[in-house]
């Protein structure tokens, strides 16, 4: 057998698409849990889109992606919006856990995510960028 490692061409991924799905099922089955992730999208809009948030729910956690909002709107509530929207889906998926992580670089949002009780877990210096990076976590009853 000559195994090579190659990359990943178009031609190649319908196959990878097919191989993830056999294999993957096979995994959880013989584990006995299902690995459902699913990608949520939303905006804040008024005539022009305002803030996004984008996040997954995996496993009964709820991971938290992306959240961003227009300089012109911040301090307006906008972002009490989105993650109000992010923590009421993942209470309605039955999630137990979200997290969402943020570098040192965005003090806004680290206090952002204390005043709605996310609590930092992990603190990772010289992450990505060179940057120290929390982990925020808050349990859902």
């Known amino acids: 057998m000559a195994i090579k490692i190659i990359k990943l061409n178009k031609k190649d991924k319908k196959s990878l698409d097919s191989f993830f799905k056999k294999e993957w099922r096979k995994f959880n089955i013989k584990r006995n849990y299902r690995w459902n992730k699913k990608e949520y999208n939303f905006i804040a809009k008024d005539n022009k889109i305002l803030g996004?948030?984008?996040f997954n729910i995996v496993g009964g956690v709820a991971y938290l992606s992306e959240i961003i909002v227009a300089e012109s709107v911040r301090g307006k509530g906008v972002s009490d919006l989105?993650?109000?929207?992010?923590?009421?889906?993942?209470?309605?998926?039955?999630?137990?856990?979200?997290?969402?992580?943020?570098s040192e670089k965005h003090t806004e949002?680290?206090?952002?995510?204390?005043k709605h009780n996310y609590k930092i877990k992990v603190k990772l210096?010289?992450?990505?960028?060179?940057?120290?990076?929390?982990?925020l976590f808050k349990k859902l009853s």
């Not at 989105?82 to 943020?102: Q, R, S, V």
């Open 52 to 54: 996004h948030i984008k």
């Open 82 to 102: 989105l993650i109000n929207k992010f923590e009421e889906i993942a209470k309605k998926k039955k999630c137990h856990l979200l997290y969402l992580e943020t």
């Open 109 to 114: 949002a680290l206090r952002f995510y204390k």
């Open 125 to 135: 210096k010289d992450n990505k960028f060179h940057f120290t990076w929390y982990f």
